[in-house]
């Protein structure tokens, strides 16, 4: 009896959103298929790795994480450039954290000094995310698009309450923006209708499903994540098309797993790699579900999906 | 092929009795070809007519038994392709591989710690499920040897792997009567395997060069009676396996092929050098679509991660995983420490206890029974009511743990309060953040009065 591949084959395609301009810009989707399906149709870029550079110094992060970046914190450029030139990051992520009015409440004046140094000092394309705060965020992210003209950068996240004036921004200084939604397919495909429908083009557009961690609710982003694109390969629904970027090294890092020590924890065996683990299967397993940009945190977490990748021959 | 409704229909009784449970014998048919019912359920049908149709009226992938007992290892009988269409039935089994060239202490020392690489998360005993223990010696009195001590060391059920008839004998005479998973049929050795299987009643793993060899295996196996079979692709890479395990799962589901209709094992083991990386096979395998996974380093810091994914990968979507009710107590709490109060959904659970953790404030976190609902739809849905609540409150026993009567509720039901206090009676009821994320705050700055 003869063996015949059982493929699928999809009547839609990824959308290719293009970051950062020239020679160092990058590609994210243009897929149809399934990511690390190539059996049965093509992928033509790979996912991509943005490694997560915040705004300030950061306090009570996980040892294995300070033990490696703990030189360059609280010097974003410093931070920013040994991801680039260390750890093989393929875009920066610049958190402007230290902008909650919540928090430390620093002015959008000096996140703009902060963005134009970090874009000064790196070759690779940027994504620059605000502190979640949607009033703060729409404030500070016109400045910074407005900044960054003719970098095409991403700025994020627009959400319900601010996309018009992100959007806006967007459009007015050609840069691509992350809509962000809770968790749930139909938000997501909403907010690419409201954003399109001012007039931002859908190839600015990258949809941030809000992740959870491992053990925090993954099994929901998974589920997500694998019918948006479903709904976009299968269905061919244009508003879901967008590539999928989970901003989920932050949520990894602040999970007991993942930072707690051996004496806190002896049966969870060595914190290290315990940490770096919790990162890599959190990101492998969103890859697997869809998303086609991740944000990551521990250089050797970075390593270990860069392996996946070349193991399925994506380079 | 598989039968239609309307072939199956054609071979039962069509009196309509409705003592299969379903009011007509098409409708029946219907769900027999769906792979929702067994016809087992037809107290009517004739043998001929059973016979006929025991192809159809099977799940389409077989589930398969490993082991006996509280611990045997259950695989297969999966219906759906992507988790969200229903649920993925029957966890992935994690094997830990000892061979008997190792170093006996060491590989007996192994196997005593996967014993104990045990956890308990959101009411469920996360642990590793199986010991595979391998013939890399090729000598058969070796083997029975290395296989009598490692089943004395553990109560988990065994894959053994070997490819010779006479080692794989000798160490069933050992271990044969607990059902292991005989580890593998191949096109050269699939007889003597067969007989060996059918001897034991133990399953039988397969392994050929290619998926179409390994379906004229798995029909020559089954005709010559061995039912309970466990597909090896033979494939040793990543990218390879993962495109086999694709397949075979579409094989068996969407066109209904009996030859693939079985679960699979996957070796991580034998895939990498790097221990690492044998977890990222092994997460993969996990989402789609391993049956068995067997590790060479099954160390905690890897095992953990790896047993919630299967546990979230798990989870069925239609029912979210809840948490039991009480009060939980978080860093070590005393009698004046605060007293709070969420909903029992797994996730906002996990969520409020690890931000209550991170603040390094003592607390007594409450999860109150709501059918497993978040914050805002348990109070939507009615159910996260201050009747409950105070209920819960004063059935708990906090008020022997803490000598203050205050007790803290999420932001969002703020307008619970006033009821709620009238509920309790002495207790006075404080609004905290609306966020988990503010808890680390709000708890730097808050003291419940009277302690």
């Not at chain 1, 020679?23 to 490694?51: C, S, W």
């Amino acid at each position: 009896m003869a063996f015949q591949a059982p493929i699928e084959q999809y009547s839609g395609k990824i959308r290719e959103v293009t970051i950062g301009t020239g020679d160092n810009k990058v590609v994210a989707g243009g897929q149809n298929i399934l990511t690390f399906y190539d059996f049965e149709g093509t992928m033509p870029h790979r996912p991509l790795i943005a490694m997560e550079v915040y705004d300030v110094e950061p306090q009570d992060w996980a040892t294995a994480l300070k033990d490696t970046l703990g030189s360059v914190w609280g010097d974003p450029v410093a931070w920013a450039k040994k991801c680039q030139d260390d750890f093989g990051a393929d875009l920066i992520c610049l958190q402007l954290i230290s902008t909650d009015p919540n928090g430390a409440d620093k002015s959008v004046d000096e996140a703009v000094e902060t963005v134009k140094a970090v874009l000064g000092a790196i070759s690779i394309p940027l994504i620059v995310y605000g502190s979640g705060n949607a009033d703060k965020d729409s404030e500070v992210l016109k400045k910074v698009a407005e900044a960054a003209q003719g970098q095409n950068i991403v700025i994020g996240t627009a959400v319900e309450d601010n996309y018009k004036s992100v959007a806006a921004a967007a459009m007015g200084f050609n840069q691509v923006v992350s809509g962000e939604t809770p968790i749930d397919v139909n938000m997501a495909k909403q907010l690419n209708i409201l954003m399109t429908n001012l007039g931002l083009p859908a190839e600015q557009i990258l949809i941030d499903p809000a992740v959870g961690a491992l053990g925090y609710g993954l099994e929901y982003a998974y589920s997500v994540i694998e019918r948006d694109r479903l709904a976009a390969l299968q269905q061919n629904d244009a508003m879901m098309q967008m590539p999928i970027i989970a901003n989920m090294g932050r949520e990894v890092w602040k999970t007991k797993e993942a930072k707690i020590s051996r004496e806190e924890a002896p049966e969870w065996g060595d914190p290290t790699r315990r940490g770096i683990l919790w990162e890599t299967i959190t990101a492998v397993s969103l890859l697997m579900a869809g998303t086609d940009i991740l944000i990551m945190r521990h250089p050797e977490s970075v390593n270990l999906v860069k392996k996946t990748f070349a193991e399925f021959g994506l380079n | 092929m598989a039968l239609t409704g309307l072939d199956i229909y054609k071979q039962l009784p069509k009196t309509n009795c409705g003592e299969c449970g379903v009011p007509t014998c098409l409708a029946f048919a219907m769900k027999l070809a769906a792979g929702g019912a067994s016809l087992d359920a037809c107290p009517h049908v004739t043998e001929e007519a059973k016979n006929a149709l025991s192809a159809a009226s099977a799940p389409p992938m077989r589930g398969v038994t490993i082991g006996t007992g509280n611990g045997a290892v259950k695989v297969g009988e999966e219906l759906v392709l992507f988790r969200h269409e229903k649920t993925f039935f029957n966890a992935p089994g994690f094997a830990l591989l000892v061979d008997d060239m190792m170093d006996e202490g060491e590989a007996i020392a192994k196997v005593e710690a996967l014993n104990i690489t045990k956890w308990e998360r959101v009411g469920q005993i996360l642990t590793a499920n199986l010991v595979a223990v391998k013939n890399a010696s090729g000598d058969a009195a070796k083997f029975a040897s290395f296989v009598t001590k490692v089943q004395a060391t553990t109560d988990m059920p065994l894959i053994l792997m070997a490819d010779s008839a006479e080692s794989m004998e000798k160490a069933l005479e050992v271990a044969g009567a607990s059902k292991p998973l005989i580890y593998t049929a191949t096109e050269g050795n699939a007889d003597a395997f067969a007989e060996l299987a059918k001897k034991y009643s133990a399953p039988l793993a397969v392994r050929a060069a290619s998926l179409e060899a390994l379906g004229e295996l798995t029909t020559k196996l089954d005709a010559a009676g061995v039912k309970d079979l466990v597909l090896d692709p033979g494939t040793r890479t990543l990218k390879e396996t993962f495109e086999s395990l694709v397949y075979l799962r579409r094989a068996a589901l969407k066109k209904k092929l009996r030859p693939y209709g079985y679960p699979t094992i996957t070796i991580p083991a034998e895939e990498t050098d790097d221990d690492m990386m044998e977890a990222v096979h092994a997460a993969v395998y996990v989402a789609k679509y391993g049956g068995l996974i067997v590790m060479r380093d099954l160390s905690p810091e890897k095992a953990y991660p790896l047993f919630v994914l299967r546990q979230n990968i798990y989870t069925d979507p239609q029912r979210p995983m809840q948490v039991e009710q009480g009060f939980y107590p978080v860093n070590s709490p005393d009698e004046n420490s605060p007293v709070m109060v969420t909903t029992n959904f797994s996730l906002t659970y996990f969520i409020v206890s690890s931000e209550v953790e991170g603040s390094k404030q003592p607390a007594w976190l409450g999860v109150v029974d709501v059918e497993g609902l978040s914050v805002l739809t348990a109070w939507a849905a009615g159910k996260f009511v201050p009747e409950r609540i105070a209920a819960f409150v004063k059935k708990s026993g906090i008020e022997e743990k803490v000598k203050h009567r205050e007790v803290v509720i999420p932001g969002y039901v703020a307008q619970l309060s006033g009821e709620l206090e009238d509920e309790l009676g002495d207790w006075k009821v404080t609004v905290g953040p609306r966020e988990a994320g503010d808890l680390a705050t709000f708890l730097k700055s808050y003291q419940p009065v009277n302690a």
